[in-house]
T-cell receptor, first 111, second 111 residues
Framework: DQQVKQNSPSLSVQEGRISILNCDYTNSMFDYFLWYKKYPAEGPTFLISISSIKDKNEDGRFTVFLNKSAKHLSLHIVPSQPGDSAVYFC??????????FGTGTRLQVFP | NAGVTQTPKFQVLKTGQSMTLQCAQD?????MYWYRQDPGMGLRLIYY???????DKGEVPNGYNVSRLNKREFSLRLESAAPSQTSVYFC??????????FGSGTQLSVL
């Protein structure tokens, strides 16, 4: 059973526009959520996180929104840049336990 | 500061051969992990170690063994490689399972 789901395997966005990546989870015990970014031939790198006590966290062009009642979180990138083209993984953990990752969304930002 | 270092970067095995993937971290983290990444499957946890001397199974442990040699090192062993184990393997470490840092990956092909 997939506890963390990213239903869109790919997303294509024009440079300067907003990119919205979505993630759903099933485990109500999850209390910490993260987004990782992965370029080809590299390991995933941390992008932004949010605790379950918040519904929004912002860091520059990146904002993560959490809707606990819907068990849904999203990552907004605005404005999108070509360098943002990568695979984005959503991840969640419960009570500082191990991270569970989603299947990833490949974002392509074109000029 | 090297972070998480894993070796080798590439490996080709024949079915039935054995090998060990090495991983070391220099961030004094207690927790270490082995993930595998497959197309459409995201990052799946193979084994993890919450502290020196302890190891636990993740989502996909079959066909693998691990050793937490000391606080710095966590190795993954394939005793009898199978084509289904063709994947990209990532070692990672964290403190208390929150922010996880990844190595650059090992591309393994089993023929």
């Amino acid at each position: 059973d997939q506890q963390v789901k990213q239903n869109s395997p790919s997303l294509s966005v024009q440079e300067g526009r907003i990119s919205i990546l979505n993630c759903d989870y099933t485990n109500s015990m999850f209390d910490y959520f993260l987004w990782y970014k992965k370029y080809p031939a590299e390991g995933p790198t941390f992008l932004i996180s949010i605790s379950s006590i918040k519904d929004k966290n912002e860091d520059g062009r990146f904002t993560v929104f959490l809707n606990k009642s819907a068990k849904h979180l999203s990552l907004h990138i605005v404005p999108s840049q070509p360098g943002d083209s990568a695979v984005y993984f959503c991840a969640a953990s419960a009570d500082t336990d191990k991270l569970i990752f989603g299947t990833g969304t490949r974002l392509q930002v074109f000029p | 500061n090297a972070g998480v270092t894993q070796t080798p970067k590439f490996q080709v095995l024949k079915t039935g051969q054995s090998m060990t993937l090495q991983c070391a971290q220099d961030m004094n983290h207690n927790s270490m992990y082995w993930y595998r990444q497959d197309p459409g499957m995201g990052l799946r946890l193979i084994y993890y170690s919450a502290s020196e001397g302890t190891t636990d199974k993740g989502e996909v442990p079959n066909g693998y063994n691990v050793s937490r040699l000391n606080k710095r090192e966590f190795s993954l062993r394939l005793e009898s490689a199978a084509p289904s184990q063709t994947s990209v393997y990532f070692c990672a470490s964290s403190e208390a399972g929150t922010l996880v840092f990844f190595g650059s990956g090992t591309q393994l092909s089993v023929l």
